[in-house]
């Protein structure tokens, strides 16, 4: 737990991917409450880089048991803006974005705003690949979420 962030906040770490993409994708996320971790994978044969970070951010957030103050770090820009420069637009225009189309993934964008309504979120991009240990782990564990999906 960093200093900054005090003890009582859940700090999460996610990632996701799929190679190629579109194709088999994994995710993952580590909680960490205090001394407590907490790790969760999970794998898709067909789907994006887009619903694999999604997916990750969801998984952890639904998997808190309490209304929570969470640091949720992500290396997607793609869900970090989602969820505090578009999400309210989306909402308001009826899952339409700025061209009036249709807002990919809306299914997994509802899921991911209904897991964190209850809790206080500060989305926290970091650099993927960039030497953060969190995110490389997480990064780690996704990819070996995917790779399962060959065995």
């Known amino acids: ?18 190679k190629p993409n579109p194709g088999p994708g994994g995710w993952a996320a580590i909680l960490r ?34 209304p929570c103050r969470v640091v949720l770090h992500t290396d997607s820009e793609y869900v970090r803006n989602g969820m505090e420069r578009w999400i309210k637009g989306w ?16 299914e997994l964008w509802q899921r991911l705003l209904a897991a964190a309504k209850p ?6 991009w970091v650099r993927g690949h960039a030497g953060d240990v969190m995110n490389e782990r997480a990064d780690v564990l996704a990819t070996q979420a995917r790779e399962s999906l060959g065995r």
């Open 119 to 124: 809790h206080q979120v500060e989305w926290k």
């Open 91 to 106: 909402v308001r225009n009826n899952w339409r974005n700025a061209a009036r189309e249709p807002v990919k993934n809306y």
């Open 33 to 66: 409450f205090g001394a407590a971790e907490r790790e969760l994978t999970g794998a898709e044969p067909a789907t994006t880089n887009n619903r694999m970070e999604l997916s990750a951010a969801i998984a952890a957030l639904e998997a808190l048991k309490r």
């Open 1 to 18: 737990m960093s200093g900054e962030t005090g003890g009582d906040v859940v700090e999460i770490w996610t990632d996701g991917g799929c």
